[in-house]
């Protein structure tokens, strides 16, 4: 069964930083796509960055390209999510999603792309 669990989020101030956790179980190969979404009140969900759990790459959405950085770390099948210079539109229920895929993470900004879900984790950013 797989399972998703996020960590690390919270509150800070516009310029500041915080680093997401998501550790994943229950993956029994190496190719599959982790990324991370975002959701606030009124908006939809939206993706903010993945990466491929094989080859390591990495994608990003502009709006985070330069300041949010994801990253691997596969012996504890571990991902992260370091947020700099976050901004008060950041604010937003943070989500680790994972699919299983080939060689690329593909389309990987459609939400419903994805099969399992963490339960996500608020990061608030004050101006």
């Known amino acids: 069964q797989v399972q998703l669990v996020e960590s690390g989020g919270g509150s800070v101030q516009a310029g500041g930083s915080l680093r997401l956790s998501c550790e994943a179980s229950g993956y029994t190969d190496i190719n599959y796509c982790m990324a991370w979404f975002r959701q606030a009140p009124g908006k939809e969900r939206e993706g903010v960055a993945a990466i491929h759990s094989g080859a390591g790459t990495t994608y990003y959405a502009s709006s985070v390209k330069g300041r949010f950085t994801i990253s691997r770390d596969n012996t504890n099948n571990s991902r992260y999510l370091q947020m700099n210079s976050l901004k008060p539109e950041d604010t937003a229920m943070y989500y680790c999603?994972?699919?299983?895929?080939?060689?690329?993470?593909?389309?990987?900004?459609?939400?419903?792309?994805?099969?399992?879900w963490g339960q996500g984790t608020q990061v608030t950013v004050s101006s």
């Open positions: 999603a994972a699919r299983r895929v080939g060689a690329g993470c593909g389309i990987w900004y459609q939400s419903d792309r994805y099969n399992d």
